[in-house]
């Protein structure tokens, strides 16, 4: 089973400000990763998939780059509505997994 | 447009049953992977089971191996899952979830989901 490992656990900013988040793999995914964002009461939504495709509708604020084990999601400028939180996933084998999740949170 | 509309959830004893349901509208059914992924009380997000279109390979995570059963109706446009003995740790949200294309396992639609509680 591949692990994914999300980090920081909780990131602390403001709105404007950059947000960087990490998504490790305990082995090779190739560009076999997704991102997700989820906020309180709702089902998560799909931003990225393929390492650094954004999904249908998403902003260009989101961008995201890695492949092998190491990804990094970007949100270029936080607007109020982006405070959520933040999953990776990947698609390399079964069984599928998802990271730990990173939440984004108002400092 | 995509309508994902899961139902069956509920409370249940420890060791009982549920088949949970969902509806699915909107796209070509039998073209695409079906998946179930729950997510438990405050917790984060885990893939249960998915069933590959046109093929009906069925895949699980290993915690619920020769519990759960994944299945599907290609005439009603309906994903189930049997949950059988069921333990306190299923206890989750289920949701029902299509992926982007049909054999590329990331989720692009997402139903409302369905609370599972396995509680005596």
């Known amino acids: 089973e591949i692990v994914l490992t999300q980090s920081p656990a909780t990131l602390s900013l403001s709105p404007g400000e950059r947000a960087t988040l990490s998504c490790r793999a305990s082995?090779?995914?190739?560009?076999?990763l997704a991102w997700y964002q989820q906020k309180p009461g709702q089902a998560p939504r799909l931003l990225i998939y393929d390492a650094s495709t954004r999904a249908t509708g998403i902003p260009a604020r989101f961008s995201a780059t890695g492949s092998g084990t190491d990804f990094t999601l970007t949100i270029s400028s936080l607007e109020p509505e982006d405070f959520a939180v933040y999953y990776c996933?990947?698609?390399?084998?079964?069984?599928?997994?998802f990271g730990g999740g990173t939440k984004v949170e108002i400092k | 447009e995509v309508q994902l509309l899961e139902s069956g959830g509920g409370l249940v004893q420890p060791g009982g049953s549920l088949r949970l349901s969902c509806a699915a509208s909107?796209?070509?059914?039998?073209?695409?992977?079906m998946n179930w992924v729950r997510q438990a009380p405050g917790k984060g997000l885990e893939w249960v089971s998915s069933i590959l279109g046109e093929t009906d390979s069925k895949w699980y995570v290993d915690s619920v191996k020769g519990r759960f059963t994944i299945s599907r109706d290609y005439s009603k446009n309906t994903l189930y899952l049997q949950l059988d003995s069921l333990r306190a740790e299923d206890t989750a949200i289920y949701y029902c979830?299509?992926?982007?294309?049909?054999?590329?396992?990331?989720?692009?639609?997402w139903g409302q989901g369905t609370l599972v509680t396995v509680s005596s």
């Open positions: 082995q090779s995914v190739t560009t076999k």
């Open positions: 979830v299509k992926t982007i294309v049909p054999l590329q396992a990331y989720f692009d639609s």
């Open positions: 909107g796209f070509t059914f039998r073209s695409y992977t």
């Open positions: 996933q990947h698609r390399a084998n079964w069984p599928l997994t």
